[in-house]
């Protein structure tokens, strides 16, 4: 997802300059117990060849100006060549994302040549863990192997990873393990409860743990803009803290809008799921947030006319933070931020409008001697994109960890060997910026800005 787009550019009422995530099929290779999908079967009634065809001439139509085909897995379906090769032809930007098991040499080839321009490969972590969450052995291996067909043939890559338990340990490790590929950007996404990952709530970060791991970010992220690797989190954690603007600049920190400036969904992002369901966000909970089907309506008519893509238009309103409650609905920067990821708070608490994944909502109750737990309520169902319900309560910041073995720290974390004469310096420098970051907090309570 990208950020929404500035208030300066013009609004057309009957197009959507927007990019599209296109699941084109649910039929998986892998079995990735976070999966937000639960993929692995084909959809019932995925859309024939005749119909993604037409779907691709309608987004173009429709203003979409980007199409990155996803999964499951894209490439098992039989016509999803044709389908880029379509894309392209329409005059719009062909990108894909994939779990990388199973792209040879001259699959690299047929990408090239169909037009695809760049992919990002999901890697969560290194070997061990990753294929312990991708849930096949010698997965790690593939993408790796994947990054270097699409590097052979000319294909731009980048890499996306989930932050959990068991890969935010690795992520030092992780950083150095992309750059030595070739990778030219890093997006890095909290793993949340939804499908899969509903059903493992231990392996979810606790929104505490965000006061050591953003440190830990900014400092690969700055190490990145040296080094040529852009670092960058997706949309559903961080806002407002002191990294902010180091975060979301793309490797490049002088940007003047680099920060975080609201939910994009049915902004600049639409989602599409395999039998044609359209969604604000591809990452949206489907029962919940279809806007309709195009075997039943056109693409123009649903983007446009439908709640379900049209919510966040009410930016900038009182109507536009009407639905924020707890946390998000005392925030300072309500006006602005909206309640940050729709997606992450809505599969958390099975509505949207308070996020628990904020760094500056971690900091500020860390100043007040607080940290967040959230427990699981209710149980997910077990269908694709399906969330349960958790509970949030506060305890004493000290308080014990209850799940101390699996509480990440900057102690836990795996160092590369060629940083290991330089990593003591590097923790105590980092749990320093730990207490700064807290201090500051603190202060912007006693003394807030006029």
């Known amino acids: 997802m990208e950020n929404a787009v500035s208030s300066s550019q013009t609004y057309n009422p009957r197009k959507r300059h927007c990019y599209a995530v296109w699941e084109i099929t649910l039929k998986c290779n892998?079995?990735?117990?976070?999966?937000?999908?639960?993929?692995?079967?084909?959809?019932?009634?995925?859309?024939?060849?005749?119909?993604?065809?037409?779907?691709?001439?309608?987004?173009?139509?429709?203003?979409?100006?980007?199409?990155?085909?996803?999964?499951?897995?894209?490439?098992?379906?039989?016509?999803?060549?044709?389908?880029?090769?379509?894309?392209?032809?329409?005059?719009?930007?062909?990108?894909?994302?994939?779990?990388?098991?199973?792209?040879?040499?001259?699959?690299?080839?047929?990408?090239?040549?169909?037009?695809?321009?760049?992919?990002?490969?999901?890697?969560?972590?290194?070997?061990?863990?990753?294929?312990?969450?991708?849930?096949?052995?010698?997965?790690?291996?593939?993408a790796l192997n994947t990054m270097r067909h699409l590097h052979a043939v000319g294909i731009p890559f980048g890499a996306n990873s989930q932050v959990n338990r068991?890969?935010?340990?690795?992520?030092?490790?992780?950083?150095?393990?992309?750059?030595?590929?070739?990778?030219?950007?890093?997006?890095?996404?909290?793993?949340?409860?939804?499908?899969?990952?509903?059903?493992?709530?231990?392996?979810?970060?606790?929104?505490?743990?965000?006061?050591?791991?953003?440190?830990?970010?900014?400092?690969?992220?700055?190490?990145?803009?040296?080094?040529?690797?852009?670092?960058?989190?997706?949309?559903?954690?961080?806002?407002?803290?002191?990294?902010?603007?180091?975060?979301?600049?793309?490797?490049?920190?002088?940007?003047?809008?680099?920060?975080?400036?609201?939910?994009?969904?049915?902004?600049?992002?639409?989602?599409?799921?395999?039998?044609?369901?359209?969604?604000?966000?591809?990452?949206?909970?489907?029962?919940?947030?279809?806007?309709?089907?195009?075997?039943?309506?056109s693409l123009a008519e649903i983007l446009l006319e439908r709640e379900e893509l049209t919510f966040n238009l009410h930016a900038g309103t009182p109507e536009g933070t009407a639905h924020l409650w707890g946390f998000c609905r005392t925030c300072d920067f309500a006006e602005l931020c909206r309640g940050a990821c729709n997606w992450t708070a809505h599969v958390f608490f099975d509505r949207r409008g308070n996020n628990p994944y904020c760094h500056h909502r971690a900091l500020v109750q860390a100043a007040r001697g607080l940290r967040e737990h959230l427990s699981l309520k209710r149980a997910a169902g077990g269908q694709p994109f399906d969330n349960g319900e958790f509970t949030i309560t506060e305890l004493p910041l000290n308080a014990p960890w209850h799940d101390a073995a699996l509480h990440f720290t900057l102690e836990q974390v795996q160092w590369p060997a060629t940083w290991q004469a330089e990593a003591g310096a590097i923790v105590q420098h980092l749990q320093q910026e730990i207490t700064a970051n807290i201090r500051q907090a603190g202060q912007m309570l006693t003394h807030p800005a006029a």
């Open 166 to 297: 068991h890969s935010a340990p690795e992520f030092a490790l992780l950083y150095q393990t992309l750059r030595e590929a070739g990778a030219l950007a890093w997006q890095v996404q909290m793993t949340v409860p939804m499908g899969n990952a509903a059903d493992d709530a231990a392996l979810l970060l606790q929104p505490a743990e965000l006061l050591a791991f953003h440190p830990l970010l900014a400092y690969l992220a700055g190490r990145g803009h040296r080094e040529g690797l852009i670092v960058q989190p997706g949309n559903n954690y961080g806002y407002y803290g002191p990294y902010d603007r180091l975060l979301r600049s793309f490797g490049r920190p002088e940007r003047e809008w680099s920060f975080w400036r609201g939910c994009s969904a049915g902004l600049a992002t639409i989602g599409i799921e395999a039998d044609g369901v359209i969604k604000a966000c591809p990452s949206l909970p489907t029962a919940a947030y279809s806007g309709g089907s195009i075997r039943e309506h």
């Open 30 to 142: 892998l079995a990735c117990s976070h999966c937000g999908s639960r993929a692995g079967d084909a959809r019932h009634e995925e859309l024939s060849t005749t119909e993604a065809l037409d779907l691709v001439r309608q987004m173009a139509d429709a203003g979409i100006t980007e199409v990155t085909l996803i999964g499951g897995e894209a490439f098992l379906r039989r016509d999803w060549l044709d389908i880029a090769r379509e894309i392209v032809r329409c005059g719009m930007i062909c990108s894909m994302t994939t779990g990388g098991y199973g792209i040879s040499r001259t699959t690299a080839e047929r990408m090239k040549a169909a037009g695809i321009n760049q992919v990002s490969v999901s890697l969560d972590g290194m070997e061990q863990a990753h294929d312990r969450l991708r849930g096949v052995k010698g997965s790690w291996r593939q």
